[in-house]
């Protein structure tokens, strides 16, 4: 788990950063003339400049006045490369800003960098960190709440770095209820009996191939002074792993990093998981449909038709759509809650990860303009950004199915937005698709980000319904 951030006044610390905004402020700072000196020389060439008195570090890093949010992010940036110049070399440290936005930025950047997945690893080959702590004297920097949002990201990345191998769909459902029961968030696991008796033929069929049961879990938050009447409602593609079924992933290595294809799953239950903890006054019900695909003997099979949990019928042309499959069951499932807005999160499809890469989240839906705005703006400020598709009917078009009320494949044009026209279908309420494809999983280390599980869409989430409160 991540390392702690903590406020502490009057600290014994030897281990100093500054975060100046510019020279004049770091000629201010209680430094010798010849560390002053140093400094003056090396920070405009630096993103932070050390010294290193004989193993106490003083280091300096100018912020600049962070206007932006792309400056702000910067910041995050710095949390990283401080925290991997300094991991190794001391314990703790402490850090000096008479600003709080600048001590908050840092705290998460070194917060979330300091994750690492080293459960399968034998004692000898873990890393061995000397960084446990990161404390500042600014009284005004929210740390704790920092702290909570580092914690939620750093779980949603955890199960998404956890392989089939260990989390089936019943120990997601498992990790779940351990992690959310205690912080006052009511957990239901419902069973593969209760699916079969609820008829959610959607996330039935891609179990069929499976020899693991599915689950559908459902997690409530509903504080006393939760400022909505009606909840919203969180729903996450829990395909806890993607063979593609009887339509095996047909490319190279395709299938290597498709335990994660459970990033939406492990996204929403950790927003939730992450509102509880800054008990956030929101009603917020999050739904999680879970299973494996795989192409078993009893597989599902292009051109099966499905009778979905909303009755309607899908005629199945190919087995590797199938998170559409699972998500179209919770959706229609939550119409039951008369929902204020429901957003999902999936790892969906490759089409938007081609689309824009992984800096960024595909987003569409047909809720008020401004909740996607509200959501745009969420995403600059914390660095968890969206990217809004069009979600015309025409898209729908392409979903028409000769035998049945439709498919699950659209055409080779837009097929993230074809996927979603395909879960509007089940939808009679404000919403918004996210597809996660791209940000879910990163193959090489990306700053504070990680290697990895990214927990995306996560930071994104709390900060968006955190200013629903406001
Ligand atoms: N889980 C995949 C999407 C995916 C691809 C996630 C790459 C992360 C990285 C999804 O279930 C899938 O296979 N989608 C297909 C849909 C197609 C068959 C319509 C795709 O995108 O190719
Ligand atoms: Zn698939
Ligand atoms: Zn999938």
């Given at each position: 788990?991540?390392?702690?951030?903590?406020?502490?006044?009057?600290?014994?610390?030897k281990?100093?950063?500054?975060?100046?905004?510019?020279?004049?402020?770091?000629?201010?700072?209680?430094?010798?003339?010849?560390?002053?000196?140093?400094?003056?020389?090396?920070?405009?060439?630096?993103?932070?400049?050390?010294?290193?008195?004989?193993?106490?570090?003083?280091?300096?890093?100018?912020?600049?006045?962070?206007?932006?949010?792309l400056?702000?992010?910067?910041?995050?940036?710095?949390?990283?490369?401080?925290?991997?110049?300094?991991?190794?070399?001391?314990?703790?440290?402490?850090?000096?800003?008479?600003?709080?936005?600048?001590?908050?930025?840092?705290?998460?950047?070194?917060?979330?960098?300091?994750?690492?997945?080293?459960?399968?690893?034998?004692?000898?080959?873990?890393?061995?960190i000397?960084?446990?702590?990161?404390?500042t004297?600014?009284?005004?920097?929210?740390?704790?709440?920092?702290?909570?949002?580092?914690?939620?990201?750093?779980?949603?990345?955890?199960?998404v770095?956890?392989?089939?191998?260990?989390?089936?769909?019943?120990?997601?459902?498992?990790?779940?209820?351990?992690?959310?029961?205690?912080?006052?968030?009511?957990?239901?696991?419902?069973?593969?009996?209760?699916?079969?008796?609820?008829?959610?033929?959607?996330?039935?069929?891609?179990?069929?191939?499976?020899?693991?049961p599915?689950?559908?879990?459902?997690?409530?938050?509903?504080?006393?002074n939760?400022?909505?009447s009606?909840?919203?409602?969180?729903?996450?593609?829990?395909?806890?792993?993607?063979?593609?079924?009887?339509?095996?992933?047909?490319?190279?290595?395709?299938?290597?990093?498709?335990?994660?294809?459970?990033?939406?799953?492990?996204?929403?239950?950790?927003?939730?998981y992450?509102?509880?903890?800054?008990?956030?006054?929101?009603?917020?019900i999050?739904?999680?449909?879970?299973?494996?695909?795989r192409?078993?003997?009893?597989?599902?099979?292009?051109?099966d038709?499905?009778?979905?949990?909303d009755?309607?019928?899908?005629?199945?042309?190919?087995t590797?759509?199938?998170?559409?499959m699972?998500?179209?069951?919770?959706l229609?499932?939550a119409?039951?809650?008369?929902?204020?807005?429901?957003?999902?999160?999936?790892?969906?499809?490759?089409?938007?990860?081609?689309?824009?890469?992984?800096?960024?989240?595909?987003?569409?839906?047909?809720?008020?303009?401004?909740?996607?705005?509200?959501?745009?703006?969420?995403?600059?400020?914390?660095?968890?950004?969206?990217?809004?598709?069009?979600?015309?009917?025409?898209?729908k078009?392409?979903?028409?199915?000769?035998?049945?009320?439709?498919?699950?494949?659209?055409?080779?044009?837009?097929?993230?937005?074809?996927?979603?026209?395909?879960?509007?279908?089940?939808?009679?309420?404000?919403?918004?698709?996210?597809?996660?494809?791209g940000?879910?999983?990163?193959?090489?280390?990306?700053?504070?980000?990680?290697?990895?599980?990214?927990?995306?869409?996560?930071?994104l989430l709390?900060?968006?319904?955190?200013?629903?409160?406001?």
């Amino acid at each position: 788990m991540p390392i702690y951030v903590k406020f502490k006044s009057d600290s014994k610390l030897k281990n100093r950063l500054y975060l100046v905004s510019d020279e004049k402020e770091l000629k201010k700072l209680d430094l010798d003339k010849k560390s002053l000196q140093y400094f003056t020389n090396n920070l405009a060439a630096e993103k932070f400049a050390s010294i290193n008195n004989a193993g106490e570090f003083v280091l300096v890093a100018k912020i600049g006045d962070l206007k932006d949010d792309l400056a702000a992010n910067k910041v995050r940036d710095l949390g990283f490369e401080v925290y991997e110049f300094l991991k190794n070399k001391c314990a703790a440290l402490l850090v000096s800003s008479n600003n709080k936005l600048a001590v908050e930025l840092f705290a998460e950047g070194v917060g979330l960098s300091s994750y690492t997945f080293e459960k399968y690893k034998s004692a000898e080959k873990k890393a061995k960190i000397k960084l446990k702590g990161i404390f500042t004297d600014n009284k005004s920097a929210k740390l704790a709440e920092v702290g909570h949002i580092v914690d939620a990201t750093a779980w949603a990345r955890e199960l998404v770095n956890e392989p089939l191998s260990y989390l089936t769909a019943e120990q997601l459902s498992a990790d779940i209820a351990e992690k959310c029961q205690p912080v006052g968030i009511k957990v239901e696991v419902l069973n593969k009996q209760k699916i079969q008796s609820l008829k959610m033929g959607g996330l039935l069929a891609v179990n069929k191939g499976s020899i693991d049961p599915p689950t559908f879990t459902i997690l409530e938050w509903k504080p006393k002074n939760a400022v909505n009447s009606k909840p919203i409602v969180l729903v996450g593609k829990g395909i806890v792993y993607d063979t593609g079924g009887l339509s095996l992933k047909p490319t190279a290595n395709s299938m290597d990093f498709m335990k994660s294809d459970m990033g939406g799953a492990a996204t929403m239950v950790a927003v939730t998981y992450g509102a509880a903890q800054l008990k956030l006054p929101l009603h917020i019900i999050t739904l999680i449909p879970a299973t494996d695909n795989r192409p078993g003997g009893n597989a599902y099979a292009p051109g099966d038709v499905v009778t979905m949990f909303d009755n309607s019928t899908v005629e199945v042309l190919n087995t590797d759509a199938e998170g559409r499959m699972v998500l179209a069951d919770a959706l229609a499932y939550a119409k039951k809650y008369k929902p204020e807005l429901v957003i999902d999160a999936a790892t969906l499809t490759g089409a938007a990860a081609h689309a824009i890469g992984s800096f960024g989240i595909v987003a569409m839906g047909n809720a008020k303009k401004s909740e996607m705005k509200a959501l745009d703006k969420a995403g600059h400020k914390v660095h968890d950004r969206i990217v809004e598709f069009p979600f015309w009917d025409d898209y729908k078009e392409e979903l028409q199915s000769t035998i049945a009320d439709l498919k699950n494949l659209g055409g080779p044009a837009a097929g993230m937005i074809t996927a979603g026209k395909f879960l509007e279908h089940f939808t009679d309420f404000p919403y918004i698709h996210l597809d996660i494809a791209g940000p879910a999983f990163t193959h090489k280390k990306d700053g504070y980000r990680g290697l990895g599980g990214t927990g995306a869409g996560v930071r994104l989430l709390v900060e968006f319904l955190k200013n629903r409160t406001k």
